[in-house]
């Protein structure tokens, strides 16, 4: 079973708002990502969690703030996004020490 | 740091022939993995065949096949006997150190009946 679930599929909300985004693998991978994707370009990279600790920060406005509760779980929270933020949020998961990384549905995200 | 090229933006291929999409790659690294992923508009990375470094033998995986040329650093997809469902955007990608993967500007591929 090669899943990565997300929620929600879509996501609307105000420059005000506080929205969260919900990440989960049940594959036993210790590696899990946050990859922001506008259209017609390829994801970018957010952030990398490793054994549940936060490893790479690609520079990210503090606006998003990841989360990792535990080994399956993967949050991104959000607040005083911007217009410019709506895109395609894509997480992924793999093993530790191993290279293929398996992707979520992802959620679309639209900020108005 | 890593840079994959892919030069095709937009490619027709008819139904039940085969595709190449292109896909090369810079990097210092002696280790590295390459990859392919398809998209279809729905937006999940669907993971389709990996290639590594040191592998002597080019990949496959059913009708993908990768056309692995170390000396030239490219990194072909080749997709047999295409299909209507593999209309879809293809991202090559590389893998450095800490488990990050660089992607290329995409191929997206259209299969006509």
Request: aromatic share 10%; charged share 20%.
């Amino acid at each position: 079973d090669t899943e990565v679930t997300q929620t929600p599929k879509h996501l609307v909300m105000g420059m005000t708002n506080k929205k969260s985004l919900k990440c989960e693998q049940h594959m036993g991978h210790r590696a899990m990502y946050w990859y922001k994707q506008k259209a017609k370009k390829p994801p970018e990279l957010m952030f990398v969690y490793s054994y549940e600790k936060l490893s790479i920060n690609e520079s990210v406005p503090s606006r998003f703030s990841p989360e990792c509760p535990n080994s399956s779980l993967l949050n991104l929270h959000l607040h005083a996004l911007q217009p410019e933020d709506s895109a395609l949020y894509l997480c992924a998961s793999s093993s530790a020490g191993q290279e293929t990384q398996y992707f979520g549905p992802g959620t679309r995200l639209l900020v108005l | 740091a890593q840079k994959i090229t892919q030069t095709q933006p937009g490619m027709f291929v008819q139904e039940k022939e085969a595709v190449t999409l292109d896909c090369t790659y810079d990097t210092s690294d002696q280790s590295y993995g390459l990859f392919w992923y398809k998209q279809p508009s729905s937006g999940e990375m669907i993971f389709l065949i990996y290639q590594g470094s040191y592998d002597e033998q080019n990949a496959t995986e059913g009708r993908y096949s990768l056309n692995f040329q170390k000396a030239r650093k490219s990194a072909n997809l080749v997709i047999s006997a295409s299909q209507l469902g593999d209309s879809a955007m293809y991202f090559c990608a590389s893998e450095t150190a800490g488990n990050m993967l660089t992607f290329g500007g995409g191929t997206r591929l259209m299969v006509k009946p």
